[in-house]
């Protein structure tokens, strides 16, 4: 997406002419305009609020996902094209998906991208016993996620680097605020796949998982941030403080999306 600006991004949108602008990439289509855009979304089996591609048929268990990729030295960069399609398709066939969250980052209100999951055992004794064997884990990797558990035993696991940067785009200035941009890089995938061999012995060999599973809903996703006024508040849907650069590491169907909510509600 190299040397596409904002602006020229909304008018493709608002016309419908998006797909004119990007070639195929990674055998992904890009969607046509903002409706397509919302639909890529909508069709997807397993996504979050800014889910990108499709789940497909072909990883469906833990031994099905890549081999371990080796950890980056902090800081670490966002992951790579190539690196999204090797290992993030495969963990959204495990119902992974990729959400965002809301944080102060120097000084700076910034909403990145996040891994996450959602895992609904028997009781609320045997999440926290997946947690603590989760905790050892994540003591090795020096990598630690955001957990919460409900009463009903549900518990959410969110992935993201907080030291990481964007190739090109961050100034290689470390005293510079802007150096640093919170996102998914490989040590988040690294401790989703550890955390998914984990997840399998609990649920497989253990027996400790409830029969049915949380299915992220990526229209439900969207709906519900379209109404959240403190997400707008936030300016989830303008592009960050920075400049327009971020956008060249977005996906496009997410892009799409976000620029066409902004237009439609102004």
Request: glycine share 6%.
């Amino acid at each position: 997406m190299q040397g596409i600006g904002l602006r020229t991004l909304q008018r493709g949108v608002a016309s419908g002419r998006t797909a004119s602008m990007f070639p195929r990439r990674n055998g992904f289509k890009f969607a046509r305009g903002p409706a397509a855009a919302a639909a890529v979304l909508s069709r997807s089996k397993s996504g979050g609020v800014l889910d990108v591609y499709a789940s497909g048929d072909s990883i469906k268990t833990v031994r099905d996902l890549p081999p371990l990729p080796k950890a980056p030295k902090y800081p670490c960069p966002h992951l790579t094209d190539e690196e999204v399609v090797q290992y993030l398709e495969p963990l959204y066939n495990l119902s992974w998906y990729l959400g965002v969250r809301a944080m102060k980052w120097n000084g700076q209100i910034r909403i990145p991208l996040v891994l996450a999951k959602k895992m609904d055992f028997l009781t609320f004794d045997d999440a926290l016993k997946f947690t603590n064997e989760l905790s050892e884990i994540v003591k090795t990797e020096k990598h630690h996620p955001q957990i919460n558990i409900a009463p009903s035993g549900r518990l959410s696991l969110e992935l993201d680097t907080h030291t990481a940067t964007i190739p090109g785009v961050c100034p290689p200035n470390k005293d510079d605020p802007l150096h640093i941009y919170p996102g998914v890089t490989l040590r988040d995938v690294r401790l989703a796949i550890l955390a998914e061999q984990l997840w399998d012995k609990y649920r497989n060999e253990l027996k400790l998982a409830k029969d049915v599973q949380f299915e992220p809903n990526p229209t439900r996703k969207l709906q519900s941030v379209r109404k959240n006024a403190d997400y707008r508040k936030l300016g989830f849907f303008r592009p960050p403080s920075f400049g327009d650069d971020m956008w060249r590491n977005v996906k496009f169907e997410i892009l799409a999306y976000m620029l066409s909510e902004e237009i439609n509600t102004r």
